[in-house]
Nanobody, 125 residues
Framework: QVQLVESGGGLVQAGGSLRVSCKAS????????MAWFRQPPGKERELVGT????????WYIDSVKGRFTISRVNAKNTLYLQMNSLKPEDTAVYYC??????????????????WGQGTQVTVFS
C-alpha cells in the first residue's frame, strides 16, 4: 500500500483558485487509482472525484464538475486537485485516498484503505 501526505491547503477568497497535492510514498503509486474526498465542518466525508491509475479516466461529483480537476504525475508519485471558481461551500478538510487493491478503479468508500491526514481549505466570501 501507499502512504499519503496532502499539502497546499489554505485560505482563499470566493472565486479564487487553489491546488492541493498528495505525495505518495511506498511502492506502486502508479498502480493505484486515487480519489479526493472532503469533509465540510459538521458534515460527513464525501467523495469529490476519482482518477484511474493511468490518469486517463476521471469522475467528479456534480457540484464540482467544470470547476475541479484531478490529475496525477506518476513519475513524481503525486496526485493533484486543482480547484477553480471556489465557493464558500467548498470549505472542508480535503483528503486523498487510495484503494486497498491496486489496478482497481472504484467509487465505493469501503474500498479505500489508505488515507492522508487531510489539508484544510477555507473559502471566504
Amino acid at each position: 500500500q501507499v502512504q499519503l501526505v496532502e499539502s497546499g491547503g489554505g485560505l482563499v477568497q470566493a472565486g479564487g483558485s487553489l491546488r492541493v497535492s498528495c505525495k505518495a510514498s511506498g511502492s506502486g503509486f502508479s498502480d493505484y487509482a486515487m480519489a479526493w474526498f472532503r469533509q465540510p465542518p459538521g458534515k460527513e466525508r464525501e467523495l469529490v472525484g476519482t482518477i484511474d491509475w493511468l490518469g486517463v479516466n476521471t469522475w467528479y461529483i456534480d457540484s464540482v464538475k467544470g470547476r475541479f480537476t484531478i490529475s496525477r504525475v506518476n513519475a513524481k508519485n503525486t496526485l493533484y486537485l486543482q480547484m477553480n471558481s471556489l465557493k464558500p461551500e467548498d470549505t472542508a478538510v480535503y483528503y486523498c485516498a487510495a484503494p486497498t487493491m491496486s489496478l482497481y478503479y472504484t467509487k465505493q468508500v469501503p474500498d479505500f484503505g489508505s488515507w492522508g491526514q487531510g489539508t484544510q481549505v477555507t473559502v471566504f466570501s
